[in-house]
Structure formats: structure tokens, C-alpha cells
Antibody, heavy 118, light 107 residues
Framework: EVQLVESGGGLVKPGGSLRLSCTAS????????MNWVRQAPGKGLEWVSS????????YYADSLRGRFTISRDNAKNSVYLQMNSLRADDTAVYYC???????????WGQGTLVTVSS | DIQMTQSPSTLSASVGDRVTITCRAS??????LAWYQQKSGKAPKLLIY???TLESGVPSRFSGSGSGTEFTLTISSLQPDDFATYYC?????????FGQGTKVEIQ
């Protein structure tokens, strides 16, 4: 069974940093692209960033490029999202999702809440 | 950038109703479209990909159609478990765009 478990969320002050982790199990992690999606309270889904299976190709939503950095460690079956210069509008549940071979998201984690507030 | 627009934003329906949700793309996207269901407080769940391919384990009352710029998600007979928010999503190799969502409520 595919499992994706996010961690690292919490309360952070504006301008602060946070690193999210997503640990995968139940599939060969090193053969799948992965990504992060977020959802602000009461709002819709917003794609954040994706990383290819080997980490060679990395993409970001235009609005986030420069503040967020995605990475992965295939030896640890984990993908990460380093978030810097956080703002109040970054407050959201952050989901980790697996990208299927045809590019849709076929498995999602349960999400981790990031709250940016003073 | 390609924009995805869903309609309606909210839909009130009763158990047993046939329900249709529309998703329009600002440019042609072939069949690079998926549909997700999200229940309150839960992660989204994949229903359909490549516009019309049903994900394994998803009930057959769900179906998808369309290509180019106009797509539909149909629930043939709404069940109590189907009250949720539904999102369409366009995908290509380097960006993914969601529609704003359609909330299906109990009438």
C-alpha cells in the first residue's frame, strides 16, 4: 500500500523558515516524480513544486520561485520542501503527492499544516 | 499560463440525482485532465485521469469526458458518500493547474 506521510509543519513567524518532509513507503520511491500541493484555509488547491525521480528536473509555481526549494533523498525515501521568507499568505495545509507516469497525482499524503503568524 | 475554470462553484443535489460538473481550459489541452474528490479535512482523491480513464477502485457511477477545452465530470446517481468538493486539474511536464473547485451539497 502506498503511504505518504508529511511532517514538519507548525507555527512560524513572518519572515521565518520551515522545512517540510514527506516520507514514502509501499512503492519504489526512486522511480517516481513527487510534488507538493498546498491549500489555504477554506480555499482551493494550489500546486507548489515538483521534482523528478532523480532530482534532475525541478519546477516551481511562478509565485513561489525563489523562496521555496524542493529536494529529495532517494536513500531515505523522502522529499523535502524548504520554505524561506514565509508570509501570512503561505498559511496552508501542505500535501505531498506522487506523480503517476501520465503526470496526474495518484496518491496523496494526509497533509501538514503551516501557520505563519506573529 | 493555462487557466482552468469550473462551473458551477456550488451545486445542490439530492441522493439519486445525475450531476454534471464542467471544467473549461483557456487553451486546448488535449486530454491532459484529471478530476479529484476532496472531503472536508481530508486529502484529495484521484477519480479520473486522461479526461475519461477511471482510477482503479473508483465507483463506475463516476465518469469523465471531453477533450480540447471543455470537460465534464458526471456522477450518474449521486450517493451520500459523494457530497464533497471536486477539482479538475490540467497537467503537463512542468506545471499543474487546478480549477477553483465545485462543492456538491445536499439539497
Amino acid at each position: 500500500e502506498v503511504q505518504l506521510v508529511e511532517s514538519g509543519g507548525g507555527l512560524v513567524k513572518p519572515g521565518g523558515s520551515l522545512r517540510l518532509s514527506c516520507t514514502a513507503s509501499g512503492f519504489t520511491f526512486s522511480t517516481y516524480s513527487m510534488n507538493w500541493v498546498r491549500q489555504a484555509p477554506g480555499k482551493g488547491l494550489e500546486w507548489v513544486s515538483s521534482i523528478s525521480s532523480t532530482g534532475t528536473y525541478i519546477y516551481y509555481a511562478d509565485s513561489l520561485r525563489g523562496r521555496f526549494t524542493i529536494s529529495r533523498d532517494n536513500a531515505k525515501n523522502s522529499v523535502y520542501l524548504q520554505m524561506n521568507s514565509l508570509r501570512a499568505d503561505d498559511t496552508a495545509v501542505y500535501y505531498c503527492a506522487r506523480i503517476a507516469l501520465t503526470d496526474h497525482f495518484d496518491n496523496w499524503g494526509q497533509g501538514t499544516l503551516v501557520t505563519v503568524s506573529s | 499560463d493555462i487557466q482552468m475554470t469550473q462551473s458551477p462553484s456550488t451545486l445542490s443535489a439530492s441522493v439519486g440525482d445525475r450531476v454534471t460538473i464542467t471544467c473549461r481550459a483557456s487553451q486546448t489541452i488535449s486530454t491532459s485532465l484529471a478530476w479529484y474528490q476532496q472531503k472536508s479535512g481530508k486529502a484529495p482523491k484521484l477519480l479520473i485521469y486522461k479526461a475519461s480513464t477511471l482510477e482503479s477502485g473508483v465507483p463506475s457511477r463516476f465518469s469523465g469526458s471531453g477533450s480540447g477545452t471543455e470537460f465534464t465530470l458526471t456522477i450518474s446517481s449521486l450517493q451520500p458518500d459523494d457530497f464533497a468538493t471536486y477539482y479538475c486539474q490540467h497537467y503537463n511536464t512542468y506545471s499543474w493547474t487546478f480549477g477553483q473547485g465545485t462543492k456538491v451539497e445536499i439539497q
